[in-house]
């Protein structure tokens, strides 16, 4: 037990003094406003290099982000069926699909699934 503590504690501190050390080392000393503009050949640039961004669309890019990682978190629950016993496998896989259609319906009722209104 007491290993185990020492290990976690000596890879906490560790890690704690390679981020301080990342830190100091990273920080620039001299600020340039030249070297902080958007370089374009050597000219000033015409525009704004930050441009607007459609928020809704951003939406529908994470929400199909995570529909996409939970469908692909379902997947191998076929693969796992033949090796589980068949009502614990019922059950968590109908609870998964069961949360993921109450996501989609709550995103369908907010009306964040909606491109144009």
């Known amino acids: 037990m007491w290993i185990m503590f020492i290990v976690s504690s000596f890879t906490v501190i560790l890690t704690s003094i390679v981020m301080m050390l990342a830190s100091i080392l990273s920080k620039k000393t001299i600020n340039d406003r030249e070297k902080a503009s958007p370089f374009e050949c050597g000219f000033d640039p015409k525009s704004s290099a930050r441009l607007p961004f459609s928020l809704r669309f951003f939406l529908i890019a994470v929400i199909f982000l995570i529909f996409d990682v939970e469908i692909a978190l379902l997947l191998p629950v076929i ?22 259609l109450l996501g989609l319906y709550h995103e369908w009722n907010q009306g964040a699934l909606e491109w144009a209104s």
Do not use: C, T
């Not at 090796?83 to 699909?97: D, K, V, Y």
């Open 79 to 100: 693969i796992i069926m033949n090796w589980s016993n068949i009502l614990s496998w019922s059950i968590i896989s109908m609870m998964f699909l069961l949360i993921l």
